[in-house]
């Protein structure tokens, strides 16, 4: 049973997500992306090509999949259309990541190196956990969620479906970030998050509410 990593946009999340997969001992086969016209990134692991063509090709011989790409809304989109075909997405998981054996961590998650996951801390389908970021003890990250570099949440912290937390962020204890909430580079979060709200700063405040 391999990985097929599936690329979107430039392939830079997706070289860091298969060295994870290497260094913690899954075999990849190889790099794909959805669109049948895109070309293969610089670096070194085997093109596959589109995954329709895979499809085509049946993925029921038992490969496994991870989407790899920063955007929460093209890393769904991937995912759930891997899923609707009945292919089964794999979590990475960096050697030098550490897990609490207590942590749940969902399909198609990536927790990447210098990363901690707390007790009882539980991650979704498709989550991010990007280098040295942390989930502290029951903390929750929704699907489709992405915690940039260096990112911390703190104890109990609750993050609804897609959100975002940016590089060198942290959010205080037990606060909760509601659906799509984007927290800005270096941000401190001394409150709860609303939907689709941005909050940069320290403290954070709102910069723009609703939908871009
Ligand atoms: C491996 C990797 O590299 S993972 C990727 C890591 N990337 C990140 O962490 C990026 C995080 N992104 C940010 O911080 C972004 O600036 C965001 C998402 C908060 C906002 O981006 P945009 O929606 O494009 O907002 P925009 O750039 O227009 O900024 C809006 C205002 O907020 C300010 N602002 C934006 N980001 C921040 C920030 N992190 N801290 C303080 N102020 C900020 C801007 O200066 C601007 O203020 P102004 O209206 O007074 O000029």
């Given amino acids: ?11 830079q999340h997706a070289s860091v997500v298969y060295e994870a997969a290497v260094l913690s001992g899954m ?9 049948a016209a895109a070309v293969a990134p610089a670096f070194d692991c085997p093109w596959l090509g589109s995954l329709g ?7 029921a011989r038992g490969d496994r999949f991870i989407a790899a790409c920063g955007s929460n809304a093209l890393r769904r989109e991937i995912s759930e259309t891997l ?3 009945g292919a089964e997405l794999a979590s990475v998981v960096h050697p030098a ?4 054996p207590s942590a749940c961590i969902g399909a198609g ?22 280098h040295a970021a942390s989930v502290d003890h029951d903390g ?7 915690l940039c570099p260096g990112a911390r949440l703190a104890g109990g912290v609750r993050m609804a479906p897609g959100g975002f937390v940016g590089i060198n962020a942290a959010v205080l204890p037990g606060l909760y970030l509601a659906e799509n909430a984007v927290v800005g580079a ?24 609703g939908r871009p």
């Avoid at 063509?53 to 993925?59: Q, R, S």
């Avoid at 990541?97 to 609490?100: H, K």
């Fill in 1 to 11: 049973m391999a990985l097929i990593i599936v690329v979107g946009g430039s392939g």
């Fill in 27 to 35: 075999a990849v086969a190889g790099l794909a992306a959805m669109d």
């Fill in 53 to 59: 063509a895979i499809a085509d090709g049946g993925i």
């Fill in 83 to 85: 899923l609707a075909w």
């Fill in 97 to 100: 990541a550490i897990v609490s």
């Fill in 109 to 130: 998650t990536a927790v990447l190196a210098g990363a901690i996951i707390g007790p009882r801390a539980v991650l979704g389908c498709g989550v991010i956990v990007n």
């Fill in 140 to 146: 929750a990250v929704g699907d489709y969620g992405n």
């Fill in 186 to 209: 270096g941000a401190v979060v001394t409150r709860d998050v609303a939907a689709d709200d941005t909050v940069v700063g320290i403290p954070a405040v709102s910069v723009r509410r």
